[in-house]
């Protein structure tokens, strides 16, 4: 008879997609019922605490460690400072562009360092308080460390004990785009969306989420651990969408997908070619 990790592996992909339905049932569950996000949190942390108890659960009935999906000990500090190097490259020169077309367009005021948060009146607050900046960044680390301990992590590894490692990085890759399916769902549920318009969400957010896991697949392939992809992943996250901000006329970050597009193109063109060169 073959045991749990036998069954894993040769069933890998089911495997996987099994934990991924798990997860998605409580990441949704969270966001369209609990809505932690319009608490004073401000973030739907409850899923990602899970996930990461998912991934220590599956560790333990594998017979694995952290270090065995990417969490080594080695270089971490090196990897750390070339995703955070990376991200700010990228969104530097995503910021200059979306603060001189604003400019052109006499919008731009200034770039501003704040969280937002729930409101009652459907406008988000504006927080400059240490306690939720800490809180931001927290759950930010919390968030990383779930995503990409799972996709990158959990899921490359499963995948690739009986398939190619191409394989792995593009399946998980395609469960990341679903994974952020979560958001349009919600606005549509709520009314902010029509149909078509959920479409057209659902699928640029798989593109994008796409991308994104492509190239911290990829960065996980190059450094042979997470630690690159997180930083990069926490920059994105955090600093260049949760706290720095584009300040203008009628509000802030009117365009922030811009933003988001320049430095994710950017970004994953560097670490394409960076690929392309360290491949034998």
């Known amino acids: 008879m073959l045991s749990f990790k036998e069954k894993i592996i040769k069933n890998s992909i089911w495997a996987c997609i099994i934990i991924f339905l798990v997860l998605l049932l409580v990441h949704g569950s969270e966001a369209i019922f609990l809505r932690m996000d319009e608490t004073i949190f401000a973030e739907n ?23 065995d999906i990417g969490f080594e000990k080695n270089n971490i500090l090196k990897n750390i400072l070339a995703g955070f190097a990376l991200g700010l490259t990228t969104f530097f020169i995503a910021y200059v562009v979306e603060i001189l077309i604003l400019n052109g367009q006499g919008q ?6 704040f969280t937002t948060g729930f409101s009652l009146t459907g406008n988000p607050t504006i927080n400059t308080g240490i306690g939720f900046i800490l809180m931001c960044v927290i759950f930010n680390i919390i968030n990383v460390v779930m995503e990409e301990g799972t996709f990158r ?20 890759v395609l469960l990341f785009g679903i994974w ?9 549920l709520d009314g902010g969306l029509g149909f078509g318009g959920f479409i057209g969400l659902s699928v ?19 450094t042979g651990n997470l630690y690159a992809g997180m930083a990069d992943h ?33 970004s994953f063109i560097i670490v394409l070619i960076i690929y392309l060169k360290k491949k034998p």
């Not at 952020?180 to 549509?188: D, G, Q, S």
Request: proline share 1%; charged share 10%; net charge positive.
């Open 45 to 67: 942390f409850i899923n990602k605490l899970f996930g990461i108890f998912v991934i220590g659960l599956v560790l333990y009935l594998l017979k694995w460690n952290w270090k």
């Open 204 to 222: 640029g957010y798989i593109i994008l989420a796409g991308l994104m896991g492509l190239k911290w697949g990829l960065l996980r392939k190059i």
């Open 234 to 266: 926490f920059f994105n996250n955090c600093i260049a969408t949760n706290l720095v901000h584009v300040v203008t006329v009628g509000g802030f970050d009117d365009l922030m997908i811009i933003r988001i597009l320049i430095a994710q193109i950017l």
């Open 180 to 188: 952020h399916i979560v958001t349009p769902l919600h606005n549509y």
């Open 153 to 172: 992590g959990l899921f490359i590894n499963i995948l690739s004990e009986n398939h190619t490692m191409k394989l792995a990085i593009l399946f998980q």
């Open 108 to 113: 731009f005021v200034s770039l501003g360092f």
